[in-house]
């Protein structure tokens, strides 16, 4: 029996031959013949849906490197300034009176705060009426109650024959309403014709929040069959008024007014929020949360080794079983290895000791395993106690190595050369050496890193085609020749960030292009893969069209075959 076993290219995945037989004339299995003569007619195609196989998966690994690549990215962009890292707590000696909380970068200290006053909403109440059903407008035509709310004037229409409940209701449901909310209050039977009583509330606390029935434009007024919610009908039963409160001691003789008890403008970057006066000054600290800054920096430990980690998968190399991984050798993964490796390595951008305590990871306790034969060869150690020690005694100078801005300090002791800005994204963080000429109370020239710098008035600026570029430093006309050090600061996690952005480039990152690059090649074996399909489908119609010729000669033999031997027969058998 034929072996039936045969691949895609022969059974007819891409094509099915217009005519088919078994070789029933001949005895033959043609079918199976033709189909074995196109596998091995179709070892191209083989070769090219492998080779396309090996270009998807590079293209899956490089995809999924720069997802990963992504997520590091995500937790470099959330502390790559001070106000995102440096992370704040804040604790408050009287948790009932006050409660606070800090953001992030917010100032360190401790401050004393006397609350006077709560700020607080208005409040009228209306003098009472028996029933909430009871008519307040009996007059047969419409009325009107208006009311001024913190200095703006609104009228109410009142129907006729609408009772206490459908004038709360107009009140709330008026467009005009600025603020006031209306409610019916039942005090019990015990407070007998007066048991329901309509209650106004300010929306707002403050002082400016006041409630108010302008009499002029009320006519729901106690004449012609309405009754009277005039404003000598309402009790003031709580007055708007501003939160008052001391910090520090200050104002000694007077009060610090906000009209809310949610104060965001009084600490720089602190809430307040005020829940009770107090008789004593509540302490309020704020210190740095350093449990808070050491998660951060372990989440971009790690992404970093999610990141190191997948890359020595993809390149690695065993030599027992000789097996290479899948970009063993890519230019592109060393591009994002090195580059990755030499931010997190290196001394921070524009940093130098002294005057700052820290220069690089290894000083807060992260160092490279450099062990190449640990499973952890490449990745970054964290040494947890030494990154904690380093956050308890200098919090802000670390802080500062992860999270500083493009920060621009000068080195000039004598104050002759100044820090002024920077270009953000164009000017490059560094060290640079600033020389000025001063002549006669004029800058007549100087350099930043060697290069001529642009001048104006009292203003060195760098030159475009150099990393100083955008890089302004005031210099004091004081006359002879001045040299100095200005150094623009640029935190670990923002380098890391930029040389992620670099690398995730849609215009001109690496693995991007690569992929693209990838995609090309794979277009162009998609394309030989159809040429080389129609070959096939053309052989095997060749090969089909011509065995059934040979089974239609083969089966002409056999009946020619037959009638010889039908007629030897006949001659035999007269014979006998």
């Given at each position: 029996?034929?072996?039936?076993?045969?691949?895609?290219?022969?059974?007819?995945?891409?094509?099915?031959?217009?005519?088919?037989?078994?070789?029933?004339?001949?005895?033959?299995?043609?079918?199976?013949?033709?189909?074995?003569?196109?596998?091995?007619?179709?070892?191209?195609?083989?070769?090219?849906?492998?080779?396309?196989?090996?270009?998807?998966?590079?293209?899956?690994?490089?995809?999924?490197?720069?997802?990963?690549?992504?997520?590091?990215?995500?937790?470099?962009?959330?502390?790559?300034?001070?106000?995102?890292?440096?992370?704040?707590?804040?604790?408050?000696?009287?948790?009932?009176?006050?409660?606070?909380?800090?953001?992030?970068?917010?100032?360190?200290?401790?401050?004393?705060?006397?609350?006077?006053?709560?700020?607080?909403?208005?409040?009228?109440?209306?003098?009472?009426?028996?029933?909430?059903?009871?008519?307040?407008?009996?007059?047969?035509?419409?009325?009107?109650?208006?009311?001024?709310?913190?200095?703006?004037?609104?009228?109410?229409?009142?129907?006729?024959?609408?009772?206490?409940?459908?004038?709360?209701?107009?009140?709330?449901?008026?467009?005009?309403?600025?603020?006031?909310?209306?409610?019916?209050?039942?005090?019990?039977?015990?407070?007998?014709?007066?048991?329901f009583r309509l209650m106004l509330q300010g929306r707002d606390t403050g002082a400016a929040?006041?409630?108010?029935?302008?009499?002029?434009?009320?006519?729901?007024?106690?004449?012609?069959?309405?009754?009277?919610?005039?404003?000598?009908?309402?009790?003031?039963?709580?007055?708007?008024?501003?939160?008052?409160?001391?910090?520090?001691?200050?104002?000694?003789?007077?009060?610090?007014?906000?009209?809310?008890?949610?104060?965001?403008?009084?600490?720089?970057?602190?809430?307040?929020?005020?829940?009770?006066?107090?008789?004593?000054?509540?302490?309020?600290?704020?210190?740095?949360?350093?449990?808070?800054?050491?998660?951060?920096?372990?989440?971009?430990?790690?992404?970093?080794?999610?990141?190191?980690?997948?890359?020595?998968?993809?390149?690695?190399?065993?030599?027992?079983?000789?097996?290479?991984?899948?970009?063993?050798?890519?230019?592109?993964?060393?591009?994002?290895?090195?580059?990755?490796t030499q931010a997190a390595t290196g001394n921070a951008p524009g940093f130098a000791s002294?005057?700052?305590?820290?220069?690089?990871?290894?000083?807060?306790?992260?160092?490279?395993?450099?062990?190449?034969?640990?499973?952890?060869?490449?990745?970054?150690?964290?040494?947890?106690?030494?990154?904690?020690?380093?956050?308890?005694?200098?919090?802000?100078?670390?802080?500062?190595?992860?999270g500083a801005a493009l920060s621009g300090v000068s080195d000039d002791a004598t104050g002759?050369?100044?820090?002024?800005?920077?270009?953000?994204?164009?000017?490059?963080?560094?060290?640079?050496?600033?020389?000025?000429?001063?002549?006669?109370?004029?800058?007549?020239?100087?350099?930043?890193?060697?290069?001529?710098?642009?001048?104006?008035?009292?203003?060195?600026?760098?030159?475009?085609?150099?990393?100083?570029?955008?890089?302004?430093?005031?210099?004091?006309?004081?006359?002879?020749?001045?040299?100095?050090?200005?150094?623009?600061?640029?935190?670990?996690?923002?380098?890391?960030?930029?040389?992620?952005?670099?690398?995730?480039?849609?215009?001109?990152?690496?693995?991007?292009?690569?992929?693209?690059?990838?995609?090309?090649?794979?277009?162009?074996?998609?394309?030989?893969?159809?040429?080389?399909?129609?070959?096939?489908?053309?052989?095997?119609?060749?090969?089909?069209?011509?065995?059934?010729?040979?089974?239609?000669?083969?089966?002409?033999?056999?009946?020619?075959?037959?009638?010889?031997?039908?007629?030897?027969?006949?001659?035999?058998?007269?014979?006998?």
């Amino acid at each position: 029996m034929a072996d039936t076993t045969v691949t895609a290219f022969t059974t007819g995945l891409f094509y099915q031959p217009a005519i088919t037989f078994t070789g029933l004339g001949s005895g033959i299995d043609s079918q199976t013949m033709i189909n074995r003569l196109v596998e091995v007619e179709g070892r191209q195609l083989r070769r090219f849906s492998a080779w396309k196989e090996e270009w998807l998966a590079k293209i899956e690994a490089l995809s999924a490197l720069q997802e990963k690549l992504r997520a590091f990215r995500t937790v470099a962009a959330g502390m790559d300034s001070p106000g995102e890292f440096q992370v704040r707590q804040v604790s408050v000696s009287a948790p009932g009176v006050l409660q606070a909380s800090a953001a992030p970068g917010a100032a360190l200290g401790t401050h004393q705060l006397l609350i006077q006053q709560l700020a607080q909403n208005e409040v009228e109440v209306h003098q009472g009426l028996p029933g909430a059903d009871t008519v307040v407008n009996g007059s047969g035509s419409p009325r009107t109650l208006a009311l001024t709310y913190a200095g703006t004037t609104f009228t109410v229409t009142v129907p006729a024959g609408a009772t206490l409940t459908d004038l709360a209701a107009a009140i709330n449901a008026s467009s005009a309403n600025p603020g006031v909310k209306a409610l019916v209050l039942d005090l019990g039977p015990a407070a007998g014709e007066t048991r329901f009583r309509l209650m106004l509330q300010g929306r707002d606390t403050g002082a400016a929040s006041t409630i108010a029935v302008d009499d002029a434009l009320t006519t729901l007024n106690g004449a012609d069959g309405t009754l009277d919610f005039t404003a000598a009908a309402f009790t003031e039963t709580q007055s708007a008024a501003n939160a008052q409160l001391r910090l520090n001691g200050y104002p000694p003789e007077g009060w610090i007014e906000r009209p809310a008890n949610l104060i965001t403008d009084l600490i720089p970057g602190v809430s307040l929020t005020l829940t009770a006066v107090s008789a004593t000054p509540v302490t309020l600290t704020v210190a740095p949360d350093t449990a808070a800054m050491q998660e951060k920096i372990t989440t971009l430990v790690e992404k970093y080794n999610e990141v190191a980690a997948y890359i020595r998968e993809l390149t690695r190399f065993d030599p027992v079983s000789k097996k290479a991984g899948l970009l063993l050798g890519n230019y592109v993964v060393q591009i994002v290895k090195s580059g990755l490796t030499q931010a997190a390595t290196g001394n921070a951008p524009g940093f130098a000791s002294p005057p700052d305590r820290f220069l690089n990871l290894a000083q807060v306790g992260i160092t490279t395993d450099a062990d190449p034969a640990s499973p952890t060869f490449g990745q970054l150690k964290l040494d947890e106690a030494a990154l904690s020690l380093a956050l308890r005694e200098q919090p802000e100078a670390v802080g500062e190595l992860f999270g500083a801005a493009l920060s621009g300090v000068s080195d000039d002791a004598t104050g002759t050369i100044s820090y002024i800005s920077a270009l953000p994204g164009i000017t490059r963080p560094g060290i640079y050496r600033v020389t000025a000429t001063v002549q006669g109370g004029i800058l007549t020239g100087g350099t930043i890193n060697g290069h001529p710098a642009l001048v104006s008035g009292d203003t060195l600026t760098g030159a475009a085609g150099y990393p100083e570029y955008g890089l302004a430093v005031r210099v004091a006309l004081t006359d002879g020749d001045h040299d100095g050090v200005v150094r623009l600061k640029s935190g670990l996690s923002r380098t890391l960030g930029d040389r992620l952005d670099g690398l995730l480039s849609l215009a001109t990152g690496p693995v991007h292009i690569l992929i693209k690059n990838y995609q090309d090649i794979i277009n162009g074996i998609d394309d030989k893969i159809e040429l080389e399909t129609r070959r096939l489908e053309a052989y095997r119609q060749r090969l089909t069209e011509q065995f059934a010729r040979l089974e239609a000669v083969l089966g002409q033999l056999n009946d020619q075959a037959n009638y010889l031997a039908g007629q030897i027969q006949k001659m035999n058998n007269t014979k006998s």
